[in-house]
């Protein structure tokens, strides 16, 4: 009988302090304001520059400079027609007044739907796009880059 009752009155312990003990945060509201934190800080695409050109067959962008600290830049752009290609070089001025070079071109059809021209490691201080075509065209782009 004596074994019983201390059996019970034990029990009765635990579940007592169980019971008493402070409630404690639940781990979701924690890694909620972890996640918002670190979303605010995560890398995104930035566009720098928005434009349609045309109608022609031979068109620039115009000279840009690469944000500070940028790597990855890129060239968005699309057109609309028939039986039309659009070529897009993507290219940087080199130092010392020795021209420019192209770092990326591409290549895709004149369909509404737009291709990308990218580069992973930026480097230079001035950039630009230059838009070839088949037929006259509207050529609409986006410069754009990954901070």
């Given amino acids: ?24 945060a639940a781990p ?10 670190s979303a605010a800080a995560m890398a995104k695409w930035h566009t720098q520059r928005h434009e349609a050109l045309g109608p022609g067959k031979n068109m620039t962008a115009g000279y840009w400079k690469r944000p500070k600290g940028v790597r990855v830049m890129q ?8 039986d039309s290609q ?8 080199r130092r010392y007044g020795a021209g420019e070079k192209v ?15 990218r580069i992973h490691n930026a480097g230079h201080g001035t950039y630009n796009a230059r838009f070839r075509l088949n037929k006259k065209h509207t050529v609409e782009y986006w410069v754009q880059y990954y901070k």
């Fill in 103 to 117: 770092a990326k071109s591409g290549k895709w059809a004149c369909n509404g739907s737009y291709g990308i021209v």
């Fill in 28 to 37: 979701a509201a924690h890694s909620e304001v972890s996640t918002h934190a």
């Fill in 1 to 24: 009988m004596k074994l019983r009752t201390s059996a019970s009155a034990l029990l009765a312990a635990v579940s007592l302090s169980l019971a008493a003990a402070p409630a404690v």
């Fill in 75 to 82: 060239v968005k752009a699309r057109c609309w027609g028939n």
């Fill in 86 to 93: 659009l070529t897009v070089d993507l290219s940087y001025v």
